[in-house]
Each structure stands twice: as C-alpha cells, then as structure tokens.
C-alpha cells in the first residue's frame, strides 16, 4: 500500500481524482494548496499555475503503475506545468489499521 501524494493545477484536480478513484483501495482528501517558492522552483517544479490542490490518496502497490501511466495518458502529466507526483510506503501496522477500518465502513455502509 502506497501514500501517493500530487500538487496539482486547481482546474486539474477533479479529473485527477476520478482518475485514481477508479481504482480498487482509494482514500482521497484534496486541499487547497498555496506555494511560497520563487518563480524559478516554481518553474522548475512544473508548477506554473499558482493556484493549486494538494491530493493525498491510499492506493495499492499494484495500481501505482497503472495511475501513473493513465495520468500520464489521458492528463498529459509529464508536460510542465501539471504538476508533481510521488509515492512513500506505508508500512504493515498502518496497512492493517486502514484494512480494518476500510472493512468496517464497508461492513457498516459507511455510518459512524
């Protein structure tokens, strides 16, 4: 299981977020996001358009790839000016903390 983070253009976002939401383990929360940087690491960054969101998403190690190359496909995202991707591990504790909860909101039909 993956983290997967993405500073994006604000316009981009909701497309972005469909995009990943297709797949089988989706968590997502998007914020607001409002950089500081110099115009040169901006530029440097792909990051041209000031108004951006901050898009945090859990996915499966096997999905990675595949929203990669769809980003890449159907968003243009190796283009400058789409924005930053990556991803950091979670690891096994967090991963079944999240499998429980994951199965509990299923179970539960979403209630708290």
Do not use: C, W
């Not at 108004?51 to 990669?68: A, G, N, P, T, Y």
């Not at 999240?98 to 209630?111: V, W």
Request: hydrophobic share 40%; no cysteine.
């Amino acid at each position: 299981m993956k983290l997967m983070i993405l500073i994006v253009p604000k316009t981009e976002s909701d497309q972005i977020s469909k995009i990943i939401g297709s797949y089988k383990i989706d968590f997502q929360a998007a914020l607001p996001a409002k950089g500081t940087a110099p115009t040169e690491m901006l530029e440097y960054l792909s990051l041209g358009e000031k108004e951006r969101d901050l898009i945090f998403s859990i996915v499966d190690d096997l999905d990675v790839e595949k929203i990669f190359e769809e980003l890449k496909s159907k968003m243009n995202f190796l283009d400058s000016g789409h924005g930053v991707a990556f991803t950091i591990s979670i690891d096994a504790i967090t991963k079944l903390s999240y499998q429980y909860l994951y199965n509990e909101l299923q179970t539960d039909g979403g209630n708290a």
